[in-house]
């Protein structure tokens, strides 16, 4: 299996353990020291997490504004000349609301010692605002 190929199945394990809301697994596959940045997120939120425990009380608390988000792996490309890929993936989700979630992500993935050690999303703040707000 090529380096690209382990990276490619850490993040669609990733994806897969977000749907399923499984805080162990996610673990598994985050570094201690993991750095999510989110460069758009809304008001509010933090713009980065700097840990993986801090990490997982993001996810915990995002996790109760939905009655389920599936997270959906569309592709994944190598960043030449470093142990890391960016991938496209998506949300099929619903808010507690009723209201559907379309988020559409690229997220670029660093690794090191097969976890992720940085995580950078890029998503459309637009879809929360809609998705979120007072109708």
Same mark, same amino acid.
């Given at each position: 299996?090529?380096?690209?190929?382990?990276?490619? =199945?850490?993040?669609? &394990?990733?994806?897969? *353990?977000?749907?399923?809301?499984?805080?162990? +697994? /996610? $673990?598994?596959?985050? *570094?201690?020291?993991?750095?999510?940045?989110?460069p758009f997120a809304p008001?509010?939120?933090?713009?980065?997490?700097?840990?993986? &425990?801090?990490?997982?009380? =993001?996810? #915990? !608390? =995002?996790? %109760?504004? @939905?009655? %389920?988000?599936?997270? +959906?792996?569309? !592709? $994944?490309?190598?960043?030449? !000349?470093?142990d890391a890929l960016v &991938?496209?993936?998506?949300?099929? *989700?619903?808010?507690? &609301?009723?209201?559907?979630f379309p988020q559409r992500?690229? !997220? @670029? @993935?660093?690794? =090191?010692?097969?976890? +992720?050690? %940085?995580? #950078?999303?890029?998503?459309?703040?637009?879809?929360?605002? /809609?998705?979120?707000?007072?109708?």
């Amino acid at each position: 299996m090529s380096p690209n190929h382990g990276r490619r =199945a850490i993040v669609a &394990a990733l994806m897969d *353990a977000i749907s399923d809301r499984n805080y162990e +697994v /996610q $673990c598994e596959l985050l *570094a201690d020291d993991l750095v999510l940045e989110t460069p758009f997120a809304p008001p509010g939120a933090p713009e980065a997490v700097n840990s993986r &425990a801090e990490y997982l009380d =993001a996810m #915990r !608390g =995002a996790d %109760r504004a @939905f009655n %389920r988000k599936v997270m +959906v792996l569309d !592709g $994944c490309d190598e960043l030449a !000349g470093q142990d890391a890929l960016v &991938a496209q993936y998506h949300a099929d *989700a619903e808010t507690r &609301a009723g209201r559907p979630f379309p988020q559409r992500y690229v !997220g @670029f @993935f660093w690794f =090191a010692d097969g976890k +992720v050690t %940085r995580w #950078r999303e890029f998503y459309n703040p637009l879809v929360i605002q /809609q998705a979120f707000s007072p109708q």
